[in-house]
């Protein structure tokens, strides 16, 4: 099984750029496993098979492999130390902010990000870039419809103000949307950019391993500006902020020093 899992990983990177080494094994191997004998496959030789000429089923091991579960202000109270203390000390540095967020999955966390700072600015004032490496998750945040359970946590005041109910879906409303950049972006392999004032990451680096989280958070520190922050997750605290030039400014949020 490992000779075949390892062949896999192999032939994925030379398909797709996409190194499944980075991630941790036993959380990937189980994942996919479960996803090729729902299929009916008995090897990953034979899942890769398929694959390689399959394109619907090569779009369902992404699904599978970043596990698209997100929501609007997932874990509130984080949004709100961005909005009220984050946020403010940027603007008060910065004419303008350069934000991107980095693993933007079906969109919801950068409409939340534009939702924040349309308190703060007017609609065309704001910029925001979103990728993520599943082309599925961001043709969904490019529609902009997500159903009732996306938007648990969000004010009511957002609800009212930025989308219209169609059913029992809810759109976004054209004015966010359009604050939003959508592009496909591999994190491992692909160059970030430089200046940013606020990189949000959330619920992405708990899937890597040890050393590929070392590379991505060396790399999210030479992408901010000074006194830019990394915003990361509620389990991927950084116990060594130092070692990447980032200091604590709050829970979760790391400014570059």
């Not at 398909?15 to 994942?31: F, H, V």
């Not at 950049?181 to 959330?202: A, E, T, V, W």
């Not at 922050?229 to 060594?240: A, C, M, R």
């Amino acid at each position: 099984m490992n000779q075949d899992y390892e062949n896999f990983v192999r032939l994925m990177k030379l398909k797709t750029g996409i190194d499944l080494s980075l991630y941790k094994e036993a959380q990937m191997k189980r994942r996919l496993t479960s996803l090729f004998q729902k299929k009916g496959f008995q090897s990953f030789q034979e899942f890769f098979k398929n694959l390689d000429r399959d394109q619907e089923l090569l779009q369902e091991f992404l699904d599978r492999m970043t596990i698209n579960v997100t929501e609007f202000y997932r874990n509130r109270s984080r949004w709100e130390a961005l909005e009220n203390k984050i946020l403010p000390r940027l603007l008060e540095e910065n004419r303008s902010l350069k934000i991107w967020s980095s693993a933007s999955s079906t969109g919801e966390e950068p409409y939340t990000i534009s939702m924040i700072l349309s308190r703060f600015m007017s609609m065309p004032q704001i910029s925001i870039l979103a990728t993520d490496i599943d082309e599925g998750a961001l043709e969904r945040a490019r529609h902009g419809i997500y159903a009732e359970r996306s938007l648990a946590e969000m004010p009511t005041e957002d609800k009212k103000k930025h989308f219209v109910k169609d059913g029992s879906v809810y759109k976004i409303s054209n004015d966010i949307k359009k604050t939003v950049q959508f592009k496909k972006m591999n994190l491992l392999s692909d160059p970030f950019g430089s200046g940013y004032h606020l990189i949000i990451c959330r619920n992405v680096l708990i899937y890597f391993t040890e050393e590929a989280k070392d590379i991505l958070y060396q790399k999210f520190s030479q992408a901010l500006a000074p006194g830019g922050v990394l915003f990361v997750g509620s389990t991927e605290q950084i116990f060594n902020p130092g070692q990447y030039g980032l200091e604590v400014e709050d829970t979760f949020f790391y400014k570059k020093v």
